[in-house]
């Protein structure tokens, strides 16, 4: 093969884009749905690297939940459990959860690690109950690797943030005070103050 040749083809299995369409996911009775938004990225997967991503996926820090080759950890008194076969290019994969912080109501991102892409797929405002405590979804890696391949699933995983929901995001107490409340509050204390001279007087 000629380096034009290569250079060709490189650029071709880079442009092969990847679709909300590669990855689906339920939490039973509900019917599958498909991600919300999708984006393709060199490297491994990280915290630091899904921060990074634009669009959707901006906002809010990201958490790892878990890697099909690493330990859960804990996000808000919830574990999550992540499945999938390694080396497969598509097939089912299965999340489920336990913990005292059910119901939570979170976003997460299911990636897909393969050759030397990876995949991240959005899944917006999920409701996680005590009732199921599993879900289960679908992938396909839709990408080529460097002999023109399409690869095998190297890991998933999943990582999530908290909806965008106020009455998770802020603790009461911290609930700002909007600005023409606080100049109501400080005229009614100037009135008072004046009232209060006037009487001296």
């Not at 491994?44 to 921060?51: K, Y």
């Not at 878990?66 to 390694?86: G, Y």
């Not at 897909?112 to 199921?132: Q, V």
């Not at 990408?143 to 391949?149: A, T, V």
């Amino acid at each position: 093969m000629t380096l034009f040749g290569l250079v060709i083809g490189l650029a071709a299995s880079r442009a092969q884009a990847i679709a909300i369409t590669d990855v689906s996911f339920r939490i039973p009775p509900a019917v599958s749905q498909n991600a919300s938004a999708a984006q393709q990225v060199a490297g491994n997967d990280s915290v630091a690297e899904i921060n990074k991503l634009s669009g959707a996926f901006a906002g809010d820090t990201w958490t790892l939940l878990d890697k099909t080759d690493a330990a859960s950890t804990v996000f808000n008194n919830v574990t999550f459990t992540l499945t999938s076969v390694a080396g497969n290019k598509s097939g089912g994969w299965q999340l489920s959860w336990s913990g005292g912080g059910l119901p939570l109501n979170m976003d997460f991102v299911f990636v897909t690690k393969a050759a030397r892409d990876w995949g991240a797929y959005l899944f917006e405002s999920m409701n996680f109950t005590t009732a199921p405590m599993a879900g289960e979804g679908t992938f396909a890696i839709s990408w080529l690797n460097n002999g023109g391949q399409t690869p095998g699933l190297s890991h998933a995983s999943i990582y999530g943030r908290l909806a965008n929901d106020p009455s998770q995001d802020l603790d009461p107490r911290q609930v700002p005070i909007p600005g023409s409340l606080l100049l109501l509050a400080l005229g009614l204390g100037l009135l008072g103050q004046s009232r209060k001279g006037a009487r001296h007087s």
